[in-house]
């Protein structure tokens, strides 16, 4: 057999290969899952849900009135209205579909809408400082990050990932609604912009304690995301 020959059976098995790995990966059920998934429509310049964008101003100033009145049930009540979930679920449908571009998109609306939030969190601090409104940090914002609080919100993130991947492909509203309220992603992000905001206008008080929880918060924030992306990920990669 001529070396020509051999390359070419090569390359239809190879051709083969592939069309069949993309015909498991794009079952009826998996392609139902993907649907749901990137029902969603995007800014046309940073690929950002132009809902998500609102929905992280509102859910960030609710978050940042709830850690500053230091009321727990207004900071339950932005987990609702947080736009991160979707995009942290699109990047992953783009990891097992091998369309790497969703994957791209999910991460730059999360960096995007994270941004916002920090930014609102950090004015919001800064002002509340300025104007001398409200005594913080609150207790409401050193409960959120303690180790105790970081450690349980981290497993709630592995659990929510596998109860997000199912009910969003049998899109159960309510179990959706009802896991984004343990769901700690925008909290830490908002508090984590409210001590930036009290390090920025008291840079002499306790500035490295105020500095460390910064960090801490913002650390809090990206596990949980992370968590969330593994179980999540485990979720969809067996439902397809």
Not at 60 to 78: P, Q, R, T, W
Not at 171 to 194: E, F, Q, R
Request: proline share 2%; net charge positive; charged share 15%.
């Amino acid at each position: 057999m001529s070396e020509k020959s051999i390359k070419s059976n090569k390359s239809i098995k190879s051709n083969k290969s592939i069309k069949s790995n993309k015909s498991n990966i794009h079952t009826k059920r998996c392609r139902k899952l993907i649907r749901n998934i990137r029902d969603v429509n995007y800014v046309s310049v940073l690929n950002v849900s132009k809902i998500n964008i609102l929905y992280a101003v509102l859910g960030g100033i609710l978050g940042g009135l709830g850690f500053l009145y230091n009321s727990g049930d207004v900071v339950l009540g932005s987990m609702l209205v947080s736009p991160l979930t979707s995009p942290l679920l699109r990047s992953i449908s783009g990891i097992i579909t091998n369309e790497y571009k969703h994957t791209i998109n999910g991460i730059v609306s999360v960096i995007v809408l994270s941004i916002i939030i920090v930014l609102i969190g950090v004015g919001m601090g800064y002002g509340n400082e300025y104007f001398d409104f409200f005594d913080s940090p609150t207790e409401e914002m050193r409960r959120r990050i303690t180790v105790q609080h970081m450690v349980v919100a981290f497993i709630i993130a592995l659990i929510a990932g596998i109860t997000i991947g199912i009910s969003t492909y049998y899109k159960d509203y309510v179990v959706i609604a009802g896991i984004s309220l343990t769901v700690s992603i925008l909290p830490p992000l908002i508090n984590a912009g409210l001590y930036y905001g009290d390090f920025l206008y008291h840079p002499e008080k306790d500035k490295n304690t105020l500095y460390r929880d910064f960090l801490t918060s913002l650390f809090l924030a990206f596990v949980n995301m992370l968590g969330i992306m593994i179980t999540a990920y485990f979720t969809l990669k067996q439902m397809c």
